[in-house]
C-alpha cells in the first residue's frame, strides 16, 4: 500500500485554485526579466485531526511557513453522525485563504461540520479549497449542494459507500495506518522537521508512560516520573529549536 506521503498529491494541486497577482522578476543572467505570478494573499492550512495531519509534509513541501490550523471531529461508527470538539484556528483566520485537508469524504457529514466550524469562525466559502484523496459520490454531491462555492480537490472518486459508511473499495481507516507510516517516514521525507516531529512524539510517549507508571504506583517516590518528564521536556524544547519553520510563522 502506498505511504500517506505518495497519497498527497492533490494538496499541492490545489494551490492552483489561490488566487494570484502578475508579477515581474529581474534574473540574475543578463538582466533578464520573466513574467509570473505571485500568490494574493496569506494561506491557511487546517487539518482535520488525525487522518488531515498526514496531509501537512505535501503543503508545507509548497509553502514551508504557512500556518496550521486544527479541527477535530469524530464520527460515531454506529450512526455515522459528527461530533465538533474542537476548533484551534489563528485569530486572522477570515482574512485567509484556508486549504481544508481531510483524505476521505466519504458520507459529507465531516467535511461539512468542517466547512461550517470555518465560515463560523468568518471564512467566505469562496476562500474555502477542500481537499482529499479519496471522495464517495455520495459525499461530493453533499459538500457541494450544501457549500456550492467552495472548491473540491480530489485524486479519486471511488464508487460509492458500504453498509458502514466506508468508502468502496477505499483504503479502510486512513487515520490507523497513515500516522505510523508519517513518523516513519518524516525524517526521510523533512529533514530536520521530520526529526522535530519524531522528538516530540517520543517525548509524549515517553511522558505517556511514565505518567502510567505512576498512576499504577510501580515508582512511588516519584523518581522515575520526575527523570522522564525531565527529559521529555528537554526533547519537546530541542524539537522546537530544530524544527521552527515546521509549524509555521507566516
Not at 466547512?115 to 471522495?135: E, M, N, R
Not at 468508502?167 to 487515520?175: A, E, K, L, N
Amino acid at each position: 500500500m502506498f505511504g500517506a506521503l505518495r497519497l498527497a498529491p492533490p494538496t499541492p494541486v490545489a494551490l492552483n485554485f489561490l488566487p494570484v497577482s502578475p508579477v515581474t522578476v529581474t534574473t540574475p543572467v543578463d538582466g533578464a526579466v520573466h513574467e509570473g505570478v505571485a500568490f494574493s494573499g496569506k494561506i491557511l492550512g487546517v487539518s482535520v485531526v488525525r487522518a488531515g495531519e498526514a496531509m501537512e509534509p505535501a503543503l508545507r513541501s509548497c509553502c514551508r511557513s504557512c500556518r496550521i490550523g486544527k479541527i477535530l471531529i469524530q464520527r460515531d461508527e454506529a450512526t455515522a453522525a459528527p461530533t465538533l470538539f474542537f476548533a484551534k484556528l489563528p485569530e486572522d483566520v477570515a482574512s485567509r485563504h484556508v486549504l481544508l485537508l481531510d483524505p476521505m469524504l466519504a458520507t459529507g457529514g465531516s467535511a461539512r461540520m468542517a466547512i461550517q466550524a470555518l465560515l463560523d469562525a468568518g471564512v467566505p466559502q469562496s476562500k474555502i479549497v477542500f481537499v482529499s484523496v479519496l471522495a464517495a459520490r455520495q459525499g461530493l454531491a453533499a459538500v457541494c449542494a450544501a457549500y456550492p462555492d467552495v472548491s473540491v480537490v480530489t485524486a479519486a472518486v471511488d464508487a460509492g459507500l458500504n453498509a458502514k459508511k466506508f468508502i468502496v473499495p477505499g483504503v479502510g481507516d486512513f487515520g490507523t495506518w497513515s500516522l505510523s507510516h508519517f513518523l516513519r517516514c518524516a525524517w526521510a521525507a523533512t529533514g530536520a522537521e521530520g526529526g522535530a516531529w519524531l522528538a516530540m512524539a517520543r517525548a509524549f510517549l515517553v511522558w505517556l508512560a511514565c505518567l502510567l507508571a505512576r498512576l499504577l504506583q510501580k515508582d512511588p517516590n516519584g523518581t522515575l516520573f520526575f527523570v522522564y518528564r525531565t527529559w521529555s521536556v528537554v526533547l519537546c524544547f530541542l524539537s522546537f529549536l530544530i524544527g521552527d519553520r515546521y509549524f509555521g510563522t507566516d
